[in-house]
Structure formats: C-alpha cells, structure tokens
Nanobody, 119 residues
Framework: QVQLVESGGGLVQPGGSLRLSCAASIRFFGTMVMGWYRQAPGTQRDLIAR???????NYGDSVKGRFTISRDNDKNTVYLQMDNLKPEDTAVYFC?????????????WGQGTQVTVSS
C-alpha cells in the first residue's frame, strides 16, 4: 500500500524559508523519480520540482533558484527547501512519484501540507 505523508508547511512572511518533508511508503523508492507538486485555490496541481534516483534535479521556472529538492533513499524521504518565498507560492504542496503513482487506475496522493506566504 502506498502512503505519502507531507509535513513542514505553515505561515511565513515574504522572503522567509520553509523546509518540507515527505515520508513515502513506496516499494522501490530509491529507483523512483520523485516530485513536489503544488495546487493553489482554483488552479490545477502542477509539478514544480523533481529528482531522479541519481539525484539529478529539474525545476519549474517559477521556483528555479529559490527551491531545492533533495532525497534520502535510506529514509524513503524527499525534501523541499524553499527560500525567498513569495505570496504567489501560497498553495497546498504534495509529493509523489513523477508521473504520479497509480493505484486502481487512479493517481494516489497524500493530504498535502499548506504553505501560506503573507505579511
């Protein structure tokens, strides 16, 4: 059974930082491409960062240079270090494989963690 548990969100002022964690109960985690996604109210869920099994990373233009994705395969955990946060980063953040893990013909997601950037 797949389980994704995100944590570390909260309220932060513009320019601040947060570090998100995702504990992933996924078989063969170390071989998977993992990603962080986010969804703001009224918008679709978008991939913003991903990391492959070798540690090679890719970022969306909106977060490039500010966010850093990393992973610890021994702990089955993915991290997202978010620096210089902006109000437009406000969203619910999710982790998942990339593409999203499918169970019963549907993608499976965790509960996400809310990030709010506001003064």
């Amino acid at each position: 059974q797949v389980q994704l548990v995100e944590s570390g969100g909260g309220l932060v002022q513009p320019g601040g930082s947060l570090r998100l964690s995702c504990a992933a109960s996924i078989r063969f985690f170390g071989t998977m491409v993992m990603g962080w996604y986010r969804q703001a109210p009224g918008t679709q869920r978008d991939l913003i960062a991903r990391i492959d099994r070798r540690g090679i990373t890719n970022y969306g233009d909106s977060v490039k240079g500010r966010f850093t994705i990393s992973r610890d395969n021994d702990k089955n955990t993915v991290y997202l270090q978010m620096d210089n946060l902006k109000p437009e980063d406000t969203a619910v953040y999710f982790c998942n494989t990339h593409p999203p893990y499918i169970v019963g013909n549907r993608p499976t997601w965790g509960q996400g963690t809310q990030v709010t950037v506001s003064s």
